[in-house]
């Protein structure tokens, strides 16, 4: 059995899996032999409007966003995207 996996990415607009899809990132360790992510509805969009919806298509969830409070002061400073979360699929390639 080849095992190989694919990970994702997704960045939300607040801390839940329900919440809008602002950034994603695709790594896919089958060197395309895999599944393919689902088309955007918008050209360059994300894969799925929500974590929810990749969970839907049988993604799994790794790790999601730590939930850290601004320091006093930073409350409106842009920085990174705070709510990550780590998604995986794991596919057969035998």
């Known amino acids: 059995m080849t095992v190989r996996q ?3 990415y ?3 607009d607040g801390a ?3 919440d809008r899809v602002i950034g994603w990132a695709f790594h896919d360790g089958t060197q395309g032999a895999g599944p393919p ?3 955007s509805k ?3 969009g994300p894969p799925y409007s929500s974590g929810v919806r ?3 298509d049988g993604w799994m969830l790794l790790q999601s966003a730590q939930l ?3 320091a006093p002061g930073q409350e409106h400073v842009n920085s990174y995207l705070e709510y990550e979360f780590v998604l995986e699929r794991r596919i057969d390639l035998s």
């Open 6 to 8: 694919q990970v994702l």
């Open 10 to 12: 997704l960045w939300m």
């Open 16 to 18: 839940s899996l329900d």
């Open 68 to 70: 850290i409070p601004p």
């Open 54 to 56: 990749a969970l839907e």
């Open 42 to 44: 918008t050209p360059g």
């Open 37 to 39: 992510l689902p088309d």
